[in-house]
């Protein structure tokens, strides 16, 4: 080959890749920045028709704007929250999320040692500077869905199991009796905890148990264990009521609808937060704010008067003045 050509072609390539250089060195040049958030999922994970599962939804539609980068962890792989939380701090994201209020104990920890590291909280609230939390107005949609109760039961009974009891669970429960009595004042509700999340073997047994007692409409709080509630409502032909995203699918026989926790937007709130530079703003979400709400109704045949007591109860939700 002539000496000329070759020559040519390697300075050819050593500008082309001089070039190149450049680029590596100064992406901002030809790529836009993106944020980057890291969550920590809640115990069970992904697959719990559920908190989990609301959350990625939210992560996707992250990841769908190009402008941010999503990252996860689950328990499974990191065994503890606290471990999750220091890999994604490690990972170098803007953002670091533990989901669900049993992972504040180890969020805290992590977010004390790294201050000028964000964090977010979701389900539960935080008075470190550096963490963002989300929570909801679990009683304003539950009455919603004690409202559907109400007019649905035949029997006077319906069923409450919460996956623990504490707070915020106990929230789920004292909303769901408050819309029901709303509508019907003979209503008496049963409720059980199953102290556990990820068993639906312990929410068949709770609700055999309500069911044998009377109950005809169950509301479960209680992530995949509440799987096995609706489950076993469809067993026995009576109608259930799903929690945190449509759970039609689970039971469509029995399902009449689900209270919407719209984990999702908890997502992206957070990241929305981080646009105006916040560092541990506190953000409730409700009915108004569209952070909770009903599923559509499925086999629900109720009459003017029926109708008119539900929007009734949506309508003094959102006046504050259902109590």
């Known amino acids: 080959m002539n000496k000329t050509i070759i020559i040519g072609a390697l300075t050819t390539c050593i ?16 790529v836009e920045p993106r944020q980057s958030m890291g969550v920590v999922l809640s115990d069970v994970g992904l697959g719990d028709q559920s908190f989990s599962d609301a959350a990625m939804r939210g992560m ?5 704007t190009g402008d941010w980068f999503v990252d996860y962890r689950e328990l499974e792989e990191t065994e503890t929250y606290k471990a999750g939380f220091e890999q994604l701090v490690e990972d170098g994201h803007d953002v670091v999320v533990g989901l669900g209020f049993a992972s504040q104990t180890d969020l805290e920890t ?14 539960a609230v935080s008075t470190l500077p550096n963490v963002i939390s989300v929570t909801f107005e679990e009683t304003e949609g539950s009455a919603l869905a004690g409202a559907v109760a109400g007019l649905e039961t035949e029997s006077d009974k319906i069923g409450f199991i919460g996956g623990v009891d504490n707070e915020l669970i106990q929230k789920f429960g004292t909303g769901f009796e408050l819309g029901a009595k709303s509508v019907n004042e003979d209503v008496e509700m049963l409720v059980d905890y199953a102290n556990d999340f990820a068993s639906p073997e312990i929410g068949r047994k709770l609700a055999e148990k309500q069911i044998a ?12 264990t509440g799987v096995g509630v609706l489950e ?7 109608k259930a ?3 945190d995203s449509d759970q039609s699918m689970i039971a469509p026989d029995a399902v009449i609808t689900s209270m919407l926790k719209q984990v999702d937007l908890a997502i992206v709130k957070i990241a929305d937060s981080l646009q105006t530079e916040a560092i541990n703003d506190h953000i409730e979400l409700g009915i108004e704010e569209g ?14 008067e029926e109708t008119e007591q539900f ?13």
């Open 232 to 238: 076993t409502a469809e067993r026995n032909g009576i």
């Open 60 to 64: 996707g539609q992250l990841r769908e």
């Open 213 to 224: 007692a009377g109950a005809d409409v169950l509301y479960a709080a209680a992530g995949l």
């Open 241 to 243: 009521i799903g929690v």
């Open 311 to 323: 929007e009734a109860v949506q309508k003094r939700l959102l006046e504050g003045t259902l109590q």
């Open 110 to 123: 992590v977010a004390s040692k790294h201050p000028d590291q964000q964090f977010a909280l979701v389900d």
């Open 291 to 304: 952070g909770i709400g009903l599923a559509a109704l499925r086999r629900v045949q109720w009459t003017d």
């Open 15 to 30: 500008v082309w890749l001089s070039g190149c250089q450049s680029v590596i060195d100064q992406p901002e040049q030809t």
